[in-house]
């Protein structure tokens, strides 16, 4: 435990020396004895945790690598915590999903044992047609990427509200007004009804959706609202998430 603190120690100090630190001066600001350092910073250097040019000690690829999955991971908790926000702020589960690389990924969803998420009975990848989120995604694509994607997932029938076919959704979807929200109605699930909002950033399409259950329908409108009004104070911090 003691190597392992002393090492963390000579990586948080290298990591305050952007233009690289000799070993002499990584062990006088870290109190370490010179031979120690250097056994350390030799075995730090071998796991590439840092990497040394000309004498200078500098941050190695494993080390930016945990740096880069330290900062995604806060990313996401910021995410979550703002779903959970606005969850109970609502009073209904909250969904943060994405269009990536040709495909729909729900990214995050807070919900509680009193406000259930929609189960995932269909694979939300393959009905985007049948769901708010996959619709809002949709929408917010040129009208190649909207056929590419139906070319691979086709239109089909989830439940007896689902559009029929890929001409009526694709009409449906070119009706959509641009950063308004889409509704639906039981169309991916029986009892449930649902809403998204357009999130662009950039050439990313993402989207908040909420969902609540039919008898709750006549909430659906106003919840949506009040979600617009909060996605749209915080949405320059979650900008900064949108690719998480």
Same mark, same amino acid.
């Given at each position: ?8 120690? +000579? ?17 006088? #600001?870290?109190?370490? =004895? ?13 796991? $590439?945790? +840092? ?5 200078? @000690? ?20 910021? %995410? ?5 926000? /606005?969850?109970?702020?609502?009073? =209904? ?8 690389? $040709? ?9 509680? *044992? ?6 995932? /009975?269909?694979? @939300? ?16 694509? $040129? ?10 997932? *086709?239109?089909?029938?989830?439940? *007896?509200?689902? %559009? ?11 009706? =959509?007004?641009?950063? #308004?929200? +889409? ?9 449930? %009804? ?15 959706? !909420?969902?609540? *259950? ?12 009040? +979600?617009?009004? #909060? ?10 998430? !949108?690719?998480?």
């Amino acid at each position: 435990m003691g190597s392992v603190q002393r090492a963390m120690r +000579l990586l948080e100090c290298v990591a305050e020396h952007e233009n690289g630190a000799p070993a002499k001066q990584l062990a006088r #600001e870290t109190g370490l =004895a010179l031979p120690t350092a250097y056994h350390l910073l030799r075995t730090l250097v071998h796991e $590439g945790y +840092l990497r040394r040019d000309k004498g200078l @000690f500098f941050l190695g690829e494993a080390a930016e690598r945990l740096s880069s999955s330290s900062a995604k991971q806060k990313r996401r908790s910021t %995410v979550a915590e703002t779903l959970a926000h /606005w969850r109970d702020a609502i009073g =209904a589960p909250v969904y943060y999903a994405m269009y990536r690389d $040709g495909e729909i990924e729900v990214v995050c969803v807070a919900d509680t *044992p009193g406000n259930r998420a929609v189960e995932e /009975w269909a694979d @939300f990848r393959e009905t985007a047609h049948a769901h708010a989120i996959g619709q809002c995604l949709l929408s917010q694509l $040129g009208e190649d990427a909207r056929r590419d994607h139906l070319d691979r997932y *086709p239109v089909r029938t989830v439940t *007896p509200y689902t %559009v029929r076919d890929n001409d009526a959704l694709l009409r449906r979807l070119g009706r =959509a007004r641009r950063m #308004e929200p +889409l509704f639906e109605q039981q169309e991916y699930a029986l009892g449930t %009804v649902c809403a998204a909002i357009p999130i662009t950033v950039g050439p990313t399409a993402a989207t908040m959706a !909420i969902s609540l *259950p039919f008898h709750q329908a006549d909430r659906l409108v106003e919840a949506t609202r009040r +979600l617009q009004d #909060e996605v749209g104070r915080l949405l320059g911090s979650l900008a900064i998430s !949108i690719s998480i």
